[in-house]
């Protein structure tokens, strides 16, 4: 839970996300079902392409996007395949493709790298899961940023959310 935890009276520490906190939600498609196999093309196995998402319902106050896109199911724990923050929005529907790399912030993956890295499971079948958040106000952030400093600075400016996953399993 990103490490943030409050003290309570009772004597608990108890884990919050700033993350989960909000009950809106924002519809994000691509061109594969949600839980659905994402084309090769997407993969290592492909040319490695980043799929156009389509994030819809966005609320009208939100000034910036954050993506973070990641594989729960990687042995060694999550990893990050992707943080982009400071997504510009100026529409209910906005397109997220290889093109808004150069108007967003890149943060640092799990193999240390200021990119996209295109799935590349070890073994299984694993889910990627692409997720969207609008916030209230854009961040005070430059790139090479680790996740936990973004979930840190996006705290209590989500307005809302939306999540698609996508699977893959080599042959």
């Known amino acids: 839970m990103f490490g943030i935890r409050f003290f309570v009276p009772w004597g608990k520490n108890v884990p919050v996300s700033p993350l989960s906190s909000q009950n809106i939600t924002m519809k994000i498609t691509a061109d594969f079902q949600n839980n659905g196999l994402m084309p090769i093309s997407y993969t290592c196995d492909g040319e490695g392409r980043f799929p156009s998402l389509t994030v819809e319902e966005i ?92 979930v840190e600075l996006m705290w209590g400016r989500v307005l809302a959310q939306g999540e698609l996953v996508g699977l893959y399993t080599r042959k």
């Open 59 to 150: 609320p009208v106050e939100t000034q910036a996007l954050v993506l973070i896109v990641d594989d729960p199911d990687a042995p060694a724990g999550t990893w990050n395949h992707l943080l982009l923050a400071n997504i510009p929005v100026d529409n209910a529907v906005i397109t997220i493709s290889q093109n808004t790399f150069d108007t967003a912030i890149f943060g640092q993956n799990s193999r240390g790298d200021l990119a996209r890295w295109a799935p590349c499971p070890p073994g299984g079948t694993h889910r990627y899961v692409f997720k969207i958040y609008a916030l209230s106000q854009k961040l005070e952030i430059s790139s090479w940023f680790h996740k936990d400093r973004l």
